[in-house]
């Protein structure tokens, strides 16, 4: 602001305003806003373009070939990768789990992001560091996590067990990231225990928007902490929980990291998600091509749910 | 909200106390397992290892040209989409922001094939791009978001000064747009030191990675020494936790401004 009223002062020209200009020119000046206006968004749309667009290109044209990604030769196979990949039980299996894995995370991190940010809302004492608390593992690597929760999940010497065995509660003892049926689950508190910390602070900051009067008059009504959240606080806060639930919904698309570092999608492929079957497919098994052909069903699902975020977005405003 | 009964606020604090301590288990046990056996010697040898130090210069490298790199691109576009006009604006917007939604491992194929093909990969240059590429779009709506909230006027009455679009850029609201700058920087930085599965997928060097490899690193070289493994899980997450600490204010309102709106 400072700035802006020190440059009026400096300068107190005043060019001439043009008067309603004849067309050609006016034209002339709608092609130098253009070009203005194009010349600062260039860098920044051509590095898309050349990066992602030409990727997602590259993935149309190499999902209709056989190519292992060695060799010079490239057979062209029209859809057959498609056919294949809709015939595969591991790609179903990869779609699966990445919808266990999608549904759990959006619900449990939006509830308990909702629950903290309620409590977090209350006058307290320590109310900040709480916050910086759970939010906290939003800025640590996965790896780290993976790590530390590996440590955690051991089935010799991990934390769980060994507290489970004190309390004498030792026959609920799993073999946490090394079960078939148990895996995916830890994985999924992993990145519950990651993100949670972004969905609180999303809700406590549209919290803070709404009005005091909301809450008091909840409370004048004798309604309690649960049926207060849940009737009042709750359907105040519908934009944000759509947020939430989408971007969960492509964090979950985007998911490999904790997964890769956890398990490598194993025990057998009980946690094989779309993107490490993706990355296994081309990097390790050399099925470029096949590889390219679940990598366009990925940027279509991404893109779908992109396109119908826009239009809700769009009638909610 | 103030609580009405001091059951209430028992309630409350017990709770979010009891959910502080499981959150920050995971943490101490990464302390507590670096310290394992040799206590701090697992820092000392993990350090004089020749190729942590790498690692880490590594992360810096990278880090340093991605954050310059895509944080001037973003200054310019931000300032272009918010306030300028001019023809195409929203679809280009869109065609940039769409990106926000696409999982790298979706273009590893592409990125792989042409970097190989460029001699791109176990290299600086190549992992740097496709990192900016990745950021671009979240970067955009961040700075975009904030822009917009400065009024039009601060436009309008330069531009009757007869300052260049390029004079009002840069003096009026370059000046204006430090926080979101700031705030896209730090993460930039998140989003490139914590970078995995591109380093994963281009960098199999062990000179060239950063330190994300480091544990997949230590894990294999030292045959799995679990004290050295934390050790280095601690170091490599030290940069962030100092940025956590001086700048989660700004992490707090880039989260909310960021997000999709």
Redesign the interface.
Known sequence: ?Q??TD??KS?P???S?PPSAPNPIRKKERMK?????????A???L??????????F??AY?SLFSWD?ISFEKVYVGFENFGRMFKDPEFYNALKNTGIFTVLTVTIQAGLGLV?AY????????RT?????????????????G???T??FDFQFG?INEFLRMIGLGAFEQNWLGDQDVALYAIILINI?QWTG?SM??YY??MLAIE?EV?EAA?IDGAG?WRTLWSVVFPNLKGTTF?LT??GV?GG??T??IV??STQGGPGNSTEV???Y??RK??LHQE?GY??AV?VI??AI??G??YF??RV?KKMD | MELQTKKGRWFTNIGLSLMAILWLFPIFVMFKESLRVNGFENYIATLQNPNFPQFVLNSFIVAFFMILISISFLAFAAFGFSKLQFAGKRLLFNLVLAGLMLPVASLIVPLFFTLRTLDGLNSYWGLIGAEIAFFLPFGLMLIKSYFDELPNELMEAAHIDGASTFQIFYKVMMPLAKPALATATIYAFLNSWNEYLMVLTFMTDPAKQTVTMAPTFFTEALGGDPGKLYASLVLISLPTMVFYIFFQRFLQKGMTSGAVK
Do not use: C, E
């Not at chain 1, 253009?34 to 968004?41: K, P, T």
């Open positions: 602001m700035q802006a440059l009026t300068k020209k005043l060019t305003v806003q253009n070009l203005i206006g194009w010349a600062f968004v860098p920044t749309v590095f898309v373009i050349a990066f992602i667009y030409y990727g997602i590259y993935n190499h990604g903290l409590l977090l809302h209350t006058k307290g004492v320590g560091f709480f916050k910086s608390v759970f939010f906290f593992p939003v800025v640590l690597s996965p790896v780290v996590l790590a530390a929760f440590q955690i934390y225990f972004s602070i999303m900051m549209a005091r809450f409370n902490f947020t989408i971007l492509i698309l985007k490999f990291d890769w570092i779309i993107s490490t993706l990355f081309s990097m470029v590889a390219s990598a990925l940027l991404a893109l749910i992109t975020q826009m977005q």
